[in-house]
């Protein structure tokens, strides 16, 4: 039994946590409440685990602090959808007090742990919503803090946390009637609770049905030294100068593994991305430093120095910063969609950067703030064009340098077009940033596409196979053809006062059939102009847009 558990039992639990999350995520991403075809909360959730586990295996040391740090860091990183944007913030919350302890947590403090986790995944949303992956973290810390004090050990603890798991899971769909309708739990919560009992079932010893993937160390002949990580696009500081590397041959007899291991200790303590790997035939090192004369002199204790390679980082930072300096601009655009054609669109439009993404692959916080941060601009507006991306967006504010997001709340395409058109480059950021948030006002916009089970929902018994219609809250109309469902909800949608309708056809329409389907509407409301373009996007027969 475990009174306390170090830093390798936690790193441990994260492993578990994360494989038992990937063995469950199909039956977590079925749990969705639509019957589209994108029900990727399981999927969400188990890429955030990943990047979580990628950064772990990456952390050589096992100090509290480092392992901590590396799972938040990493989590944050990896920040996919809402639910994985949540997760990544209860994760934050636990390691930020697990980080603390210099060599073992008990129970108490796990407790404590999960509390600031759940105030800090609450405040990360700005309408924190009941009956979601809140509730569930919310009751199993409030119920952790209350018997902290009467459980010996970890395994009775997680027993009575994850059995109050339930209940708040059970109570999901009384909290959000969405739920209720569609007979289903949160789909996040579940997720949540996979992790939790990936967590006890390493303490208990249970079997996982197959071990997590290490993250590869470099093979012979590869690349580890292009500075890429250092010298990127946000040009910040440097805090290590020389970029140094080298190979370690002709070992002493007297050298040993051991020694490589103190070796890539003394290098940790002189400088940064370090990388020692290899045996006592070959050893690579490579590292970030203010003294790269250490380096060489540790490595010439072990053996004889081969092609060594020391390049000055702060000088090619200065060249890169003064060229991008010169070519910098006020105020730039991003954009998230999927399909060419929507694409090609935003880039009509003057949208500096396009990324893949949407319904079916949410980008993550750490992938929309790596697209702005190549923006050379001062400012970013970034229209993330679906109401699972905006908080992953409003995240990434957290990873940029030297520049300034501003997250206009697009849920659809048509909004982030309506919003692109406000763009002015004579404006001030402010002025652009209100004018593109009143322009989404005007925008209707409506979705088809095929739904991927049986469920009732909306006042709908929805069959497998059949054509809906949504606008961005429930689903408004069906039949049995693309073209019938887009009739009927554009006639659920359409107001007195909407003088176009637009159709953004997707890859599984041809043109001509688009054309045809826009000529029926233009007659049907002769009042209105009617257009239609390539939209190219998946999933989505089409999206509509009603101005």
């Known amino acids: 039994m475990h009174k306390t558990i170090n830093s390798t039992e936690f790193r441990k639990m994260i492993l578990v946590g994360a ?5 469950n995520r199909a039956k977590v991403d079925a749990l969705n409440v639509f019957p589209v075809p994108d029900g990727d909360t399981g999927t969400n959730m188990s890429l955030t685990m990943q ?6 295996t990456a952390c050589p040391s096992n100090a509290f602090s480092d392992v901590c740090n590396s799972v938040s860091k990493g989590a944050l990183k990896g920040a996919r959808g809402n639910s994985g944007v949540i997760l990544s913030q209860i994760l934050k919350g636990i390691c930020s007090v697990l980080g603390k302890c210099e060599k073992e947590a008990d129970v108490k403090t796990f407790a404590k742990a999960m509390e600031q986790g759940t105030k800090i995944a609450y405040g990360a949303v700005s309408v924190p919503k009941e009956g979601t992956i809140l509730t569930v973290i919310r009751m199993m810390s409030e119920h952790a803090v ?7 050990n970890f395994e009775e603890f997680f027993e009575d946390v994850i059995a109050e798991g339930e209940k708040a899971l059970a109570l999901t769909p009384e909290l959000l009637p969405v739920l209720k309708k569609a007979g289903v739990v949160d789909s996040g919560g579940v997720g949540l609770m996979t992790i939790i009992k990936g967590f006890a079932c390493e303490l208990t010893g249970e079997e996982i049905a197959e071990s997590i993937t290490e993250v590869a160390a470099p093979q012979d002949g590869e690349d580890f030294g292009d500075n890429s990580d250092i010298i990127n696009m946000d040009l910040g500081e440097i805090e290590y100068a020389y970029c140094t590397e080298f190979f370690i041959i002709n070992m002493k007899k007297s050298t040993t593994l051991s020694a490589i291991d103190r070796l890539r200790e003394r290098l940790m303590a002189i400088g940064d991305s370090v990388i020692c790997i290899g045996d006592l035939e070959l050893v690579k090192v490579h590292v970030h430093t203010n003294q790269p004369g250490k380096a060489l002199s540790y490595a010439l204790e072990l053996g004889e120095l081969d092609r060594p390679k020391i390049e000055n980082m702060l000088e090619q930072n200065r060249q890169l910063r003064a060229k991008r300096e010169a070519e910098k601009k006020e ?10 054609g929507l694409a090609d669109i935003f880039r009509d439009l003057s949208v500096d950067r396009i990324i893949e993404g949407g319904q079916t692959m949410n980008p993550s916080a750490s992938d929309i703030a790596n697209a702005a941060q190549k923006i050379n601009a001062e400012h970013v507006f970034v229209f993330p064009n679906n109401k699972n991306i905006i908080l992953a ?11 300034t997001l501003h997250v206009i709340p697009t849920k659809n395409v048509p909004q982030g077009f309506a919003a692109a058109l406000e763009f002015n480059p004579e404006a001030t950021a402010e002025e652009n940033k209100t004018n593109m948030i009143h322009a989404l006002d005007n925008v209707k916009a409506g979705q088809v596409t095929y739904a991927v089970r049986n469920t009732s ?3 709908f018994s929805i069959k497998e196979g059949d054509i809906i219609g949504l606008d961005d809250k429930k689903i408004l109309a069906k039949s049995q053809a693309v073209e019938e469902t887009v009739v009927k909800l554009i006639g659920k949608m359409k107001e007195d006062f909407h003088q176009m309708i637009t159709l953004y056809y997707g890859e599984d329409v041809k043109e001509d059939e ?5 000529a029926a509407i233009a007659e049907k409301y002769p009042d209105c102009d009617v257009d239609f373009h390539n939209g190219g996007q998946s999933v989505y027969y089409y999206i509509l847009s009603l101005e």
């Open 19 to 23: 494989k038992q999350l990937e063995i």
């Open 51 to 56: 990047s979580a586990v990628k950064e772990l």
């Open 146 to 152: 209350k018997i902290a004090g009467k459980k010996k």
């Open 331 to 340: 105020m730039g655009m991003l954009a998230i969609c999927t399909g060419a």
């Open 393 to 403: 967006a409003e995240q990434a504010k957290n990873l940029v340098e030297n520049k």
């Open 457 to 459: 929902l909306n006042g």
């Open 514 to 518: 688009a054309e045809a389907l826009c």
